[in-house]
């Protein structure tokens, strides 16, 4: 089996910059994607930003310029950096990874982690 374990999140004053961290461990082959989604209240949930494990990645539009994904593969970890943030980025941050194990390959998720963006 996999777990997700994310870190980082909290309260942050608009225009501020936070991190939050997802660390992947199990019977773990290979991380092909790793992304983080988010979720606000009454909203559905959506892809923020996603990289391969050859460091391929891909932002949400309303992200550009703002967030900054990487990984690290010796660690079978996942990164946001998130900078000049604003109130409507105020979600709960979900990790994801599709992950390759020695018996067959799946979506997993992380339990979220609360990302306040507020004065």
């Known amino acids: 089996q996999v777990q997700l374990v994310e870190s980082g999140g909290g309260l942050v004053q608009p225009g501020g910059s936070l991190r939050v961290s997802c660390a992947a461990s199990g019977s773990i082959l290979d991380i092909i994607t790793m992304a983080w989604f988010r979720q606000a209240p009454g909203k559905q949930r959506e892809l923020v930003a996603s990289?391969?494990?050859?460091?391929?990645?891909n932002y949400a539009d309303s992200v550009k310029g703002r967030f900054t994904i990487s990984r690290d593969n010796a660690k079978n970890t996942v990164y946001l950096q998130m900078n000049s943030l604003k109130p409507e980025d105020t979600a709960v941050y979900y990790c994801?990874?599709?992950?390759?194990?020695?018996?067959?390959?799946?979506?997993?998720w992380g339990q979220g982690t609360q990302v306040t963006v507020s004065s």
């Open positions: 994801y990874a599709d992950v390759r194990t020695y018996r067959a390959r799946g979506d997993y």
């Open positions: 990289v391969t494990g050859s460091s391929s990645t």
